[in-house]
DNA sequence: CTCTTCTGCTTTTGTAAATTGCATGCCGAA
DNA sequence: TTCGGCATGCAATTTACAAAAGCAGAAGAG
């Protein structure tokens, strides 16, 4: 179980399209290079969050992505859900038919706990949270 | 982010070892084709499992594989580690130096609160405490 | 001895993640 | 109105790892 790339190098983007402020419009080259993160790749997690009005998209010269929502209002479960669909850490629980052989099965019941654990945590968080943590760390 | 089918397999299988009582020995074979799983993927699983002392292996003629602890005491989380090896939800908590271009990095952050977390519900339960659920589904 | 079962190692297969490539469309600026 | 920068969308590739299968060997019971 781990999490992947595109969760990551999403919430990276993301954070750091707020810390830039004031709504500015950065190009993805530049979120790319200063996460150092494939561009391409970077591109296809944004279009996700575009979806998921998480980001906003701008084309033509000058373009690129601001910020699309308040960071104090986008917890980490959005941006993470934005980018890999609704969470399922077995494939039984999104698809219960697939499980139906086995209606008692008490790894379906130990992993929804977890699953609902993670999520918590993910939901308590904002980006402005994983901002203000971060500057606590340069201050230390 | 998933659970694997090992850590499936393997909860599943030190189960079937457990409600079988009185440290009954079972060929894999049995176990395997109860849990209908490939009886080598499973048998990679059980030595990981016989290492960690959770089962003990019997070899020859009526040989097979019995409890080696007692499933009060035994944790989901002991179950899973010995199969997958220590819990890391990314690469960086468990290799820092991967990490150390970042050491403000905020995914880490949250991805360490969500590990723990993840962490707390698995050692909460043991094998026992599964098997009393899935007595308590059966009943009703 | 010999048959059965685990053991250890190697190899294959399958699938999803991670990455790259390219043609296209949009937009602002000159 | 044209040009260049930038996002879009889809396809293709590469990489990585989970999942599974194979096989020679060792250990134990009868």
Redesign the interface.
């Known amino acids: ?4 790339k595109a ?2 190098y999403g ?2 983007g993301v ?1 750091y399209l707020a810390e830039q402020g004031d709504n500015r419009i950065i190009p993805l080259s530049e979120v790319a290079e200063s996460q ?1 993160v494939p561009e391409k790749f970077l591109a296809k997690i944004f279009q996700n969050l575009t979806k998921a009005s998480i980001v906003r998209s701008h084309r033509g010269i000058k373009g690129g992505f601001s910020l699309g929502k308040n960071p104090v209002k986008v917890t ?1 479960r959005e941006v993470i859900e934005a980018i890999q669909g609704p ?5 039984c629980i999104g698809d219960p038919a697939s499980c139906v ?1 086995h ?5 379906r ?3 929804e ?2 699953e609902r ?2 999520l ?3 939901e308590k ?1 904002t980006i402005a949270d ?2 203000g ?2 500057q606590e ?2 201050a230390s």
């Not at 969470?87 to 494939?91: S, T, V």
């Not at 209606?103 to 790894?107: A, F, G, L, Q, S």
């Open positions: 179980m781990q999490f992947t969760e990551e919430v990276l954070i150092g980490a969470y399922n850490l077995i494939r052989k209606p008692t099965c008490p790894v019941f130990i992993i706990l977890a654990s993670l918590e945590v993910f968080y994983l901002i943590w971060k760390q340069l």
